[in-house]
């Protein structure tokens, strides 16, 4: 089964206007941590929010924001005021605490997000 | 910039030959993870080292190596070359390698092109 499940690999967005990228995740550990990060054409993949699983509140950066639903295990980017650099591929990972002797982290498909004029 | 180093930023070589990837992790930080970025497998964790200690394993194959040196800087070393060994080769860094919140920063990768 996936770990990490992006159901959208592409989505338009109206420069200006918010949008949501969701992330459900699979896991029995009850202690991890979910990480979004952005890759854009450059390649290089840049860290943008985390949350973890006892955090009470939603994290936000920003014009980023998580929306953490725990008992769904959705885990979804919100991102305000879409501006054409956030053009790119976003990637949903998870770390999962308890059976893992690392801190490797498990990522999804991604989606790729375009911002229109 | 994350303050992860990786070299070189491409490699173009033949089925068969063996590379080798670098990284230096950002100052302080002790694990360094291997990431393989292709477009049928999407992204992988391959193997992590901790203080020069390999801690972790993912689905690193058996041609694939990596060591982490005194200085901390670690090398990922792939050997018999085959086409489908193509991809982007990231490496991240971050400060402890035990269960805890600590972000793993990307270094810009290896675009690594087996012909």
Same mark, same amino acid.
């Given at each position: ?41 450059? @390649? ?10 006892? &955090? /009470?509140? !939603? *994290? ?24 054409? @650099? ?10 999962? &605490? /308890?059976? !893992? *002797? ?16 | ?115």
């Amino acid at each position: 089964a996936q770990k990490i499940t992006q159901t959208q690999p592409g989505m338009f967005v109206q420069e200006k206007e918010a949008v949501t990228l969701d992330c459900t995740y699979d896991t029995s550990d009850p202690s991890y941590g979910l990480f979004w990060y952005k890759q854009p054409s450059s @390649g290089e993949m840049i860290f943008l929010i985390y949350q973890g699983s006892y &955090d /009470q509140q !939603n *994290a936000t950066e920003g014009r980023y924001s998580l929306n953490f639903q725990k008992a769904r295990k959705s885990a979804n980017l919100v991102i305000s005021a879409s501006q054409l @650099g956030d053009s790119a591929m976003y990637f949903c990972a998870m770390r999962e &605490d /308890q059976n !893992n *002797a690392g801190n490797m982290l498990t990522f999804g498909g991604g989606t790729r997000l375009m911002v229109k004029p | 910039d994350s303050g992860v180093t990786q070299t070189p930023k491409h490699l173009i070589t033949a089925t068969g030959q063996r590379v080798t990837l670098r990284c230096s992790p950002r100052s302080g930080d002790l694990s360094v993870y291997w990431y393989q970025q292709s477009l049928d497998q999407g992204l992988q964790f391959l193997i992590q080292y901790y203080n020069g200690e390999e801690r972790a394993k993912g689905n690193i194959l058996e041609r694939f190596s990596a060591q982490q040196f005194p200085d901390l800087h670690s090398e990922l070393n792939l050997s018999s070359l085959e086409l489908g060994d193509s991809a982007l080769y990231f490496c991240a860094s971050s400060v402890a390698g035990v269960s805890a919140y600590n972000e793993q920063f990307f270094g810009p990768g290896t675009r690594l092109t087996v012909l």
